[in-house]
């Protein structure tokens, strides 16, 4: 499993908050931190998933095991019955796996913006998980990451992060997503102990 120690956390480029002294802080005398030990840090959740993101941070299988567990919550969630009948279509067959192409996520995001534009304000809002599986097949892991976050917290802020229960809804999803790469983990250390019996 990938570690990093203060220098290789800090070639990363983090947040400016998170200083030298700050990581040395957090690493509270330990050479280099797992992403199970960075899990367990006394910081946001938001903050904790930021290094899952990173470049060799998870192998291909792991993000891509990860992200089909938070792009699906988000497609059901806020997909599935979101009242505009063509991104529904879509979310049904992304779910089967009929349809999991990026361009189809496109159109049913752009769908999503059309209800918008329309001003149908909760159906758009709900829609918008469309828009995590283009990510997911068009960007970086953190972008999908990132707009599955934004689906989940459209329905309450719109596309603004502000605080209150958007704020609230935001830090639970970073959980949520935390408990996914835990289990992720969990399940392929498992896999490696059985293989190696």
Same mark, same amino acid.
């Given at each position: ?19 030298? !002294? ?68 879509? *979310? ?76 609230? *809804? ?18 392929? !250390? ?8």
């Amino acid at each position: 499993m990938q570690s990093w120690t203060i220098d290789e956390m800090l070639a990363k480029h983090p947040c400016p908050e998170y200083t030298r !002294e700050r990581i040395a802080e957090l690493w509270a005398g330990r050479p280099a931190l797992t992403l199970l030990e960075i899990f367990d840090l006394p910081i946001s959740a938001e903050h904790r998933m930021w290094p899952v993101w990173r470049s060799g941070a998870l192998t291909e299988l792991q993000q891509r095991t990860v992200l089909a567990r938070i792009v699906t919550r988000a497609v059901e969630r806020h997909a599935l019955k979101c009242g505009v009948v063509r991104v529904e279509r879509w *979310a049904d067959d992304w779910l089967a796996g009929r349809d999991r192409t990026a361009a189809r996520a496109a159109w049913a995001a752009r769908a999503a913006g059309a209800a918008r534009a329309a001003r149908a304000a909760e159906a758009a809002r709900a829609a918008w998980a469309a828009w995590p599986v283009w990510a997911a097949g068009a960007a970086e892991a953190a972008g999908a990451a990132g707009a599955a976050l934004a689906a989940w917290t459209a329905g309450a802020a719109g596309a603004a992060w502000t605080a209150g229960p958007a704020e609230a *809804a935001r830090a639970a999803e970073y959980t949520r997503q935390i408990e996914d790469m835990r289990a992720v983990l969990a399940e392929e !250390e498992a896999i490696g102990q059985t293989e190696s019996a």
